[in-house]
């Protein structure tokens, strides 16, 4: 056998299960179809960010990761949200369930670039990119996986870590639920003229729900900034100048920052949905995005890949000691048992709150106002809700 566990795919959850693992003794390989240790460091505040919950960050701390990162990192310690289209609002604070922020904002560039250096130290890891994986044989005993390059490996138990267009999921034929938001999502790093006072803002507008995340650079502070737009009205955005493009922002957030200026260019991709139907196929699992993909209205993707990341070894270290096949159906159906009714529980919430907050029905817009009122007045309910969203639940 020349591995225990083989990941397919180095983004963050692959690699951050590569590290939890290997440093655990695990004989892992690590494979990706491009996936270079080096990510140049002025590309750290660049790209896609993650609103780490309180959850992700005690992993991110468990790996000795977190003395390094922290600089790069904005916390947040409030959370304030409205209705651009009707009268109420609420706010939460991390005093409110006696923590001392909600979260941390920060880029992947540099979670990557914190969990590469880690990997690089880690003997028990093997590393194959700039090749893909083409075919996946299974049978009792173990796997054969067949890469691009022509190599041939066997392992115990392979990790579909290869985000929302996995192959791996596609060369098993594991069947998924997936759907089009029919949203496309604007996103973009701005400076703002008022202070974010480490406060993540969203304001529900009548084109979509628009966040506005405290994210500090080299240069200063500054916001990231995730919008989702129904399709027929984002080809209009789309082609609007960068003045224009601003303008729109600061009437949408009701000036609540006063002006805001671009810090990085503005770029768009289209929303879907995606679960998939099973969690593991023969000697086969799927983690993060290739397993589920949500609405980034809660800011939840990443955090609820980790979330797998974490159950997935703890399970397997476990089966380890018992002496027990990795790869084994039994093994296997406890990692789904454990993650696959919270994933569906955040994406139908997920659903269920976009779908609200898209209605243009009277009694539903006065039930929205009502329900921010009665969070806000309702100390119970108002913990409840940010336990759920820092991951303390």
């Not at 974490?310 to 089966?319: F, G, K, P, R, V």
Request: charged residues 25%; contains cysteine; aromatic residues 10%.
């Amino acid at each position: 056998m020349d591995f225990e566990v083989v990941i397919i795919g180095s983004g963050v959850t692959g690699s951050l299960l590569a590290a939890l693992l290997s440093s655990k003794g695990l004989k892992v390989c690590l494979i990706d179809k491009k996936g270079p240790l080096n990510i140049d460091k002025n590309q750290k505040y660049t790209g896609k960010t993650a609103a780490l919950n309180l959850f992700s960050l005690n992993i991110i701390k468990e790996m000795r990761l977190w003395e390094a990162l922290m600089p790069e990192a904005t916390r947040f310690d409030k959370l304030y949200v409205w209705d651009g289209e009707g009268s109420s609002s609420v706010n939460f604070s991390a005093s409110d369930i006696q923590e001392d922020n909600l979260g941390f904002v920060v880029s992947n560039n540099s979670l990557l670039i914190s969990l590469r250096k880690l990997l690089s130290n880690l003997d028990s890891l093997s590393f194959m990119f700039d090749q893909e994986v083409v075919e996946i044989k299974s049978n009792k005993k173990f796997t054969e996986i067949y890469t691009s390059n022509g190599e041939k490996i066997t392992s115990n138990l392979i990790v579909g870590a290869d985000g929302s267009r996995s192959s791996v999921r596609q060369l098993l034929n594991i069947r998924s639920r997936t759907w089009s938001y029919n949203q496309t999502a604007f996103v973009a790093s701005l400076k703002s003229e008022g202070s974010h006072e480490n406060t993540a803002r969203q304001v529900f507008t009548k084109e979509g729900p628009l966040a506005l995340l405290p994210f500090d650079d080299p240069s200063g502070p500054g916001l990231s900034l995730i919008w989702s737009v129904r399709d027929e009205l984002s080809k209009a955005i789309k082609e609007v100048s960068k003045d224009d493009f601003l303008k729109i922002l600061e009437s949408k957030t009701e000036r609540v920052l006063g002006n805001l200026q671009l810090s990085s260019e503005f770029f768009s991709f289209p929303l879907k949905h995606l679960h998939a139907k099973e969690y593991y196929f023969k000697r086969t699992v799927l983690v993060g995005d290739a397993a589920h993909t949500i609405h980034p209205l809660t800011g939840q993707g990443l955090n609820l890949g980790l979330a797998d990341a974490y159950s997935l070894q703890e399970i397997l270290i476990q089966a380890r000691r018992k002496g027990l096949d990795l790869g084994s159906e039994e093994v296997l159906s406890k990692y789904q048992k454990t993650r696959q009714t919270p994933n569906m529980l955040m994406a139908a919430f997920v659903q269920l709150f976009k779908d609200g907050f898209e209605d243009k029905n009277p009694w539903i817009k006065f039930g929205r106002n009502l329900a921010f009122q009665v969070t806000t007045q309702n100390k119970w309910l108002k913990r409840k809700f940010i336990k759920e969203a820092a991951g303390l639940i």
